[in-house]
């Protein structure tokens, strides 16, 4: 059959002013039987008609739904709810429940209130059938592999789909998740939830980085939440062999992943640079934290106040360019004193603290001179 002269029947009821909110099937057959009473649609038909060289009058009216998903394929509608369709542009779009259409499996949209937000209004359609869309779109029936990650579930859910664009035909089981779907679905399902990656450690790796940067420039890569999401497939893919869970990333060594990504002389200077603990008066090595280097502020060391008689000089990094933010504790590890200035601290704020805090904590040592005093992390009867 010749669906030309439909064609451009139809093309020329869509370009009219005429209102088309009504079906566009009835739209059409009356125009077709009464032409005379729509002079601007049959203007524009016959110039149509003789443009592809036949004639309005051969014009079969047959469903519509075939030649209009031909004209829009990304409107081709999927019934999610009666009155609510998802079509293959990804988007939804309602009906009145009261339409006819709002029960159909399948329709083409033709006219929206909107095209850009989800849930836009259809205004005009037509019905379509599934044997005309596996007839126009052959393709569909080819089955494609594909690998998400539930929310639901908190698993990989691995399905054979045939599809047209978004929109899911049929769909079954795979038994066996192809590697490389598992892994893209993966980095996908951590660009959702970046907090199942960035634990504590790899924000505290993160944070030496951005110190580095501030302080040293771009010689250093940037290892912001933002740039290691986007380069993932760079540094986190090739070791993902094998892992089909979330909750197993958690537990691989994220850190090394990362620091392997730097040449050897770059890690041991990365390393002198921005060392993990500071050696303290007592004798320990105490941990630094570099999570405020993330907001441009400066590694903190918290430790016993009395651990730190006797420190003159506040410690520094990176080339003794960034002097540590200490966080003096008292025994209950509570701050009493945060400072850069530990001569000034021991001058001016110390007798406070010592008159306060003696008579608290009677069994630790609050020594009128603590620069002179041997320091420690234990209480008087093991000094």
């Given at each position: 059959?010749?669906?030309?002269?439909?064609?451009?029947?139809?093309?020329?009821?869509?370009?009219?002013?005429?209102?088309?909110?009504?079906?566009?099937?009835?739209?059409?057959?009356?125009?077709?039987?009464?032409?005379?009473?729509?002079?601007?649609?049959?203007?524009?038909?016959?110039?149509?008609?003789?443009?592809?060289?036949?004639?309005?009058?051969?014009?079969?009216?047959?469903?519509?739904?075939?030649?209009?998903?031909?004209?829009?394929?990304?409107?081709?509608?999927?019934?999610?709810?009666?009155?609510?369709?998802?079509?293959?542009?990804?988007?939804?779009?309602?009906?009145?429940?009261?339409?006819?259409?709002?029960?159909?499996?399948?329709?083409?949209?033709?006219?929206?209130?909107?095209?850009?937000y989800?849930?836009?209004?259809?205004?005009?359609?037509?019905p379509?059938?599934?044997?005309?869309?596996?007839?126009?779109?052959?393709?569909?029936?080819?089955?494609?592999?594909?690998?998400?990650?539930?929310?639901?579930?908190?698993?990989?859910?691995?399905?054979?789909?045939?599809?047209?664009?978004?929109?899911?035909?049929?769909?079954?089981?795979?038994?066996?998740?192809?590697?490389?779907?598992?892994?893209?679905?993966?980095?996908?399902?951590?660009?959702?939830?970046?907090?199942?990656?960035?634990?504590?450690?790899?924000?505290?790796?993160?944070?030496?980085?951005?110190?580095?940067?501030?302080?040293?420039?771009?010689?250093?890569?940037?290892?912001?939440?933002q740039?290691?999401?986007?380069?993932?497939?760079?540094?986190?893919?090739?070791?993902?062999?094998?892992?089909?869970?979330?909750?197993?990333?958690?537990?691989?060594?994220?850190?090394?992943?990362?620091?392997?990504t730097?040449?050897?002389e770059?890690?041991?200077?990365?390393?002198?640079?921005?060392?993990?603990?500071?050696?303290?008066?007592?004798?320990?090595?105490?941990?630094?934290?570099?999570?405020?280097?993330?907001?441009?502020?400066?590694?903190i060391?918290?430790?016993?106040?009395?651990e730190?008689?006797?420190w003159?000089?506040?410690?520094?990094?990176v080339?003794?360019?960034?002097?540590?933010?200490?966080?003096?504790?008292?025994?209950?590890?509570?701050?009493?004193?945060?400072?850069?200035?530990?001569?000034?601290?021991?001058r001016?704020?110390?007798?406070?603290?010592?008159?306060?805090?003696?008579?608290?904590?009677?069994?630790?040592?609050?020594?009128?001179?603590?620069?002179?005093?041997?320091?420690?992390?234990?209480?008087?009867?093991?000094?």
């Amino acid at each position: 059959m010749n669906t030309l002269p439909l064609a451009c029947g139809l093309a020329a009821l869509l370009e009219s002013r005429d209102s088309i909110d009504s079906s566009l099937q009835e739209a059409l057959a009356e125009r077709l039987c009464q032409p005379k009473r729509f002079p601007n649609w049959r203007r524009e038909a016959l110039r149509l008609t003789k443009k592809a060289g036949v004639s309005l009058s051969e014009a079969v009216l047959e469903p519509l739904g075939s030649l209009l998903a031909m004209v829009y394929p990304e409107r081709i509608g999927q019934q999610i709810s009666p009155g609510k369709f998802r079509l293959a542009n990804g988007k939804t779009a309602t009906l009145a429940l009261n339409d006819t259409l709002a029960h159909q499996p399948y329709i083409v949209a033709v006219a929206l209130n909107s095209t850009a937000y989800d849930d836009a209004r259809i205004t005009a359609g037509e019905p379509l059938l599934i044997a005309s869309l596996l007839s126009l779109y052959p393709g569909i029936r080819q089955w494609q592999s594909r690998v998400a990650w539930s929310q639901d579930q908190g698993r990989l859910i691995g399905e054979e789909v045939q599809a047209h664009a978004s929109l899911i035909i049929a769909k079954r089981p795979l038994t066996q998740l192809p590697e490389k779907a598992v892994k893209q679905a993966l980095l996908d399902a951590l660009r959702q939830q970046p907090s199942r990656l960035f634990g504590v450690k790899l924000q505290q790796l993160c944070g030496r980085m951005a110190l580095l940067r501030e302080k040293l420039g771009e010689v250093w890569p940037d290892w912001s939440e933002q740039s290691l999401l986007a380069s993932l497939e760079a540094w986190l893919a090739p070791y993902l062999v094998g892992v089909a869970r979330l909750s197993q990333i958690e537990g691989l060594p994220l850190e090394s992943y990362l620091i392997n990504t730097l040449p050897w002389e770059a890690q041991r200077e990365f390393e002198r640079l921005t060392p993990v603990t500071i050696e303290v008066p007592s004798g320990k090595y105490v941990g630094l934290d570099y999570l405020p280097c993330l907001s441009r502020q400066p590694p903190i060391l918290a430790l016993k106040l009395q651990e730190a008689f006797g420190w003159r000089i506040t410690p520094t990094i990176v080339n003794g360019t960034v002097a540590v933010m200490i966080h003096l504790l008292s025994p209950a590890r509570r701050p009493l004193q945060i400072t850069q200035d530990l001569v000034s601290f021991w001058r001016n704020g110390y007798p406070e603290v010592r008159k306060e805090m003696r008579g608290r904590y009677p069994k630790h040592p609050w020594p009128e001179d603590p620069l002179t005093s041997p320091p420690t992390a234990h209480t008087k009867r093991k000094v």
